[in-house]
């Protein structure tokens, strides 16, 4: 159904106001522009569609990283192996992949960034988290600084690092174990603190739900908690808060 | 905003098309008729609203009762407690209260029940949901079949009550503990099984989880499980099943 | 024993009556005719057997599938691998595999599909279970509408299909992660809604436990839960429920 | 110690430079201003200190109420009960309890409140939660916006919202049982949301385990989770994100 | 239906053969003697039937102990309150009550006792799970050593008792906290162990949990387990397996 | 130390009482002939040492089969691989293997068996483990009634098979997924039941706890459980109670 | 049996040494002397017995204070109630409590202390489980430093407390909700810490789950655990680590 | 910054002592020379840094087995495979691997070794965990003494082994299963019991969960627990223990 036909018939007489009234009614969403609406949203607000590759077969990979990139002349994905890089790579050349982060994208040169996300790490072993949270941000718009391995068992490691930390508009802080990075950093800092537990450690980290118990938990004030391992959810919503900030 | 007046002035060419469209872009959802279309599902549907009495506020509790038996001349109210009982009676003296089930409820009279659904028991310290179950099952216009402590411990108890069982529409089965009393049933019937596990135990039953987990795993077909002690939601979809065996 | 013959016996005077009411007192429970009614039962009920492939030996799986397909016409097994297909095609080679659901069937020609359920996915990753439960359905004698990729996490996708969703008589909402798309779909319809929770997810999704707790706490009226990923399950169930409707 | 006595001893040559520095070496770390720093932080940054009432013996409590109502003319304490609230009001006349949200506050009259945070729930029962967030939020100086039930399952009251939900900075989605309000919100609106499980609900909620997990396996983008009932832990975090917006 | 006289019509020529075969086909389970046989089979074994107290309505405890101690002259109840006592013994003065095992009982004089079960605790809060085992047993008529206390945290008091453990034909291990006792009994001797968790501790023993998983993991042959704090089933158990030994 | 030599000395008159009571103090455990006693205690009972041969280096198992067969001239080792057994086999030719129960074994010709074990199975999938049940009784001298497929789900083909299962001294239920074998097998038989929870299964199942939190909580009496998939355990307890009976 | 005069006659002749060595073989434990080596051993250590007050009986716990204050002059109690306290005052009146601590002991005057035990904690609901593990510390002969409410939250709180911490033997940390305090309090100093999670905490805390898991989770060398609010059991520990050092 | 240099300006007039405080609250946590004194600590306490070698990439755990072999002559890594026991010795061709314990180590030879530190097991499944803390200590200083397969379902076995255990400064109690060996262990001895959880076992075990919680809830004295398969964390804190004792 087309409501600006409908409406111009109303105009001109050729359907009577109550038939109108109850073709609106029942108006699928969608012809209210909605999902236009929500299309516009996106381009809007500067993010694009993602892409969560693992799992995904082959033909379907594809098929989104083509159009997508010719649409919108940018792709973000998650999670790629090195076998969908090779994937990809045949039909879009210019297709770029971080083997730590294991993104997988296509990105527009010359890309402004803006404001300043903090991404932190307890260890070495949270990187991969870390990176994709950081890229994330980046690929959004974000000045990312990296502060990796300042895990609270060393503690003068991250109080060294105060001044860099208090710089940003949001810190991401991503460690596994015991997963008390976020409520020292939430202690020293005035803005928002994203927490990602990682499923780095053995035993009764039980995969990841120790640190995201200890997360949920912290005493600190200004700290809120996503899934396991997602630095993506991280660095969108660090993107989120930082435009706030530099709006 | 009002659509059949916007209709109308563009009908009157008092508002263009183009700025019709945009206002229909941004219409509240319920300006379409969208509530009161499913206020009238409700009623087309025989389901009236119910109320989760439990830690209701009193003036809240009492304020809805007055308002539904007055509009709809009946009130199905779940969890209730015998003080609730005494504060709504003293306003809607015909409400009337199911100790066992903690029903409070007013209910027109002369109600016809149709079709046929049977409500099983493990044991006897299942009844309370139970009836929470056949109670509600009853009020939206079901006929019920009570067949209590049939649990798989004594099997030829339940077997004995086969003929009962297989006339059923839909079976509503409330089991604790080791919680296999839908399975059971769901191979000796062939209509669909609605499971509802009970928190009646104690030890490793972990308030309800143990039942929830066999019912979940059961090997029969034709078996489904809710909330463990949820009888009214039992007794609700038992009766959408019911009626459309009665239709 | 004979009952058959024990009564015509006892009709004869050849065998008294206490030692005939003695020996039905221990009477195994076939001799009753019991099996046997349980046989005519799927038959009659339209349910024929179904084998779960997964961890079935090879040689126990092809005698299945060559004695039922010769008996019945017809087999449907789930979980099958594409191993599995390659065996059992040699010796039955009118056997069919779809590798997205994993089933491996024999179905005969023609058969009519009646009523209608629909079958709903939050994301594309949720489709093999989903079509698990549609082809189930279809097998059993439904007709069945795919309503995939519409998660609540993008409502306008789900709600502009709303016209479809309440003409089923049963739907069966397929979900991981959050698994919050039965609460929607129950809140949009009147039929009952079978639940799915799927394993898709990682981290906090605790192999479906997340969508598994989701569904059983659903505010919603009129919803139930099967097991995670028992895609079978609710397809047997939505058979039961639409064929009640269709009588 | 004291920093600026050593520096003038050094100046006159009273203390050798090796002396001072190791004398610097051992300093306790507030001497170093750091913990007056931190002091000052909290009052540049408008968070004065707050107090968990629950559980504090009464004299501590009373203690804490008079100092701080006297050194800073105002408190905020949450999950105080109406015992701690008489106790409190004999010391302290102006303090103001909520028994919804158990806020005990004394608070400065004409406080200016800039930005907007929507808190919105899934039901009424989320109310008390709810209301801890909106006024940790009001009391930090921020305008907020209540937006309560409007649940999932009846999710046209959601959508008819839709323009309020969007023109936040922040939304504080507080939600038990299924807890699918945050996925639906973060994909409505661009802003930042926090989710907050609350404990409502029964059987397999588990004390609000069942929200807490779907959030944080939300599908949307924007969205974070803090404890369960932790109304004032998603208060405080709003108000950060909306200063950053009206900075 | 009476069998006998269907048969008995059979014989006369009243009823033909196929009749009675169909009617025999649909008989009830009870019909055949079955529940006869079941109610012998109780008689018979010695045990007869025993009720759980806790949570039963007052009326229907107070019908059971009269039935069952005036056709039976005897009734065992576990799990009772004084309450319950004082309730009981007003309608049934012969009832004793053992507040430690809380055993509200009717038991004949002079029974005799056979065989050997030893009822073994780690420490002295177990023991009223213990005395609900050992008292169990005696009234199903074993002889019963208890052996309390000898807890592994002081592994030479459960070593001085070797020779009484033994000496019994099976042993029932009741332990909370680390649950270990169980194993080292089960090292010790030759005949069966029953191991009962108990609900004894704090912290990390959630409620059994630990007690239970550490007596599922026994490193130790022939050991099995029951229920969190279920004395009753251990005491049942034991005398099944000491009556084989005396039979 | 030698016991008897120390005795002699004493005897002799060559060591002081005093010193002789000194030396018995610290007397190591085996001295006593503890492990000697021990070592009688296995071969009297007749329950040899059995080999858990799962994750055994290689080197070690060899050892352990080539030195016990040639002690005893038996061994029983539970979950060998196909690999095990051909490394044994080279070096113990007499070694038999069953690739079902996964036992690796050299068992002497013409074992008695006496008693009766029935170990049942609710589906074909638990058939590994009931198998490891069954032959470890029948190796350590017990007649095994193999009852399998006869899951509660269709509950007359347990029923059928009552006759075969009262005969029995212990029965062994094996089960996965809803695990309610047990309760129903013990509400038929007045003979102690084992029951053994199975990993077989998926999704809720969470690898047999469901299971085995349906067997712990049987509302049935005489039945105990012993850890997931311990095939090999409920062998050895049922060979215990056997026992006790044809003694 | 008396093991001396066994010797005597062994001695003398009148029993044969064959005969006094069947008799050592069955010599119960305690009659070698190790009962009271173990009541030695304790004497020696100085390590006295202890009392679990809660739940246990009045007339028992009274026995035990009567019978260990009169034997030892000392008793050390714990988790004892104030009707605890007032029942032993009649009958032991030296007896003094701590309602803090619940700690309620009898206790010589003028013991000297030694060492250092730090007992640190992260807030100020943490202390009664500190408290508990400091008296218990100070009664076996440490002196402790009590360091509390250094939460993680304020790093600066902790580190400005540096100097007192690193100049223990063995610290003690008690925290619940996030539970991070031990892994930092092992990064700072050299000695053993042996960490305390406390049920302090609502939501995700699951009851001292939280703070558990982070701490066996950390990061940090020399860290141990013991169970939930096991103040006791980590004064214990700490006295022995300490008396190591002052030896 | 220098803070020497700022100290000499001070001194020498050219820096006022205002702007000399000003600079030193800002002062890196580094400058202080806080890095430098935590790397002296490490030094002088002899606990050089260790490598957790598991998922380390190959280019960074080369880098620092070259980097530490050359300034410490020293390095100890824990979880290492044989591929990176490859890796690493074509660069460092003194390093040293031990498969069992899977530690890659070099080490100075004719190191002294103090003290005792004794590591028992329960089982030789166990001893790979074992092995990694008996080597740590070793490595660290300590003497060991091994006690291997001890476990308590043949309590006699470790009873035998009593003389050596209480010789030690600190135990290493190694378990899976059920776990019960470090409560004997801590029953037996005087010294700290240091307790690991083993992931040893099937089933109800749940990766070591079952004896990590039998730990947590042990009965004994003076035990604490670290994470599951933690040796090298039990090593270190052994390490320590026994050097208090030494020193």
């Known amino acids: 159904m087309d409501v600006k036909k ?35 949203r996106k ?23 083509k159009r997508l990139s010719e649409r919108d002349g940018e792709v973000l994905g998650t999670r790629a192996s090195e076998e969908q890089h090779r994937l990809v790579k045949e039909a879009v050349p210019q297709v770029a992949y971080d083997p730590i982060s294991r993104i ?3 990105e527009k040169e010359g890309k402004e960034r803006k404001g300043l996300v903090a991404v932190c790490t307890g260890g070495t072993a ?5 990176e994709e949270a950081a890229q994330t941000a980046e690929y959004f718009g974000c000045r990312v600084d990296r502060i990796f391995d300042v895990g609270v068992a060393g503690i003068h490691r991250l109080l060294s690092q105060r001044e860099r930390i208090v710089r940003a508009n949001c810190i991401v802080a991503v460690a596994g174990m015991e997963g008390a990075l976020g409520t020292v950093l939430a202690g ?32 600190a004030n200004g700290i809120s908690v996503v899934n396991i ?17 530099v709006k």
Do not use: W
């Not at 969560?52 to 989104?64: S, T, Y």
């Not at 949270?126 to 870390?130: L, Y």
């Not at 391992?229 to 900030?245: E, F, K, S």
């Open 229 to 245: 391992d997602n630095g993506y959810g991280a660095g969108y919503l660090a993107t989120q808060i930082n435009r706030l900030a």
């Open 126 to 130: 949270d990187i991969p988290v870390a």
């Open 188 to 219: 020293l800092a005035d803005c928002p603190v994203v927490a990602v537990p990682t499923s780095v450690g053995y035993g009764a980290s039980f995969h990841g739900l120790s640190a995201l118990l200890t997360m949920l938990n912290s005493c």
């Open 104 to 106: 997988l994208k296509v």
């Open 6 to 40: 409908l409406l111009e018939q109303v105009r001109d007489g050729v359907v009577q106001v109550e038939d109108a009234q109850e073709a609106l009614k029942n108006l699928p969403y969608e012809d209210l522009g909605y999902a236009k609406l929500d299309h516009h």
């Open 43 to 65: 381009l809007r607000s500067g993010f694009g569609e993602t892409v969560f590759c693992q799992g995904k077969p082959d033909a379907f990979l594809l098929e989104i990283y």
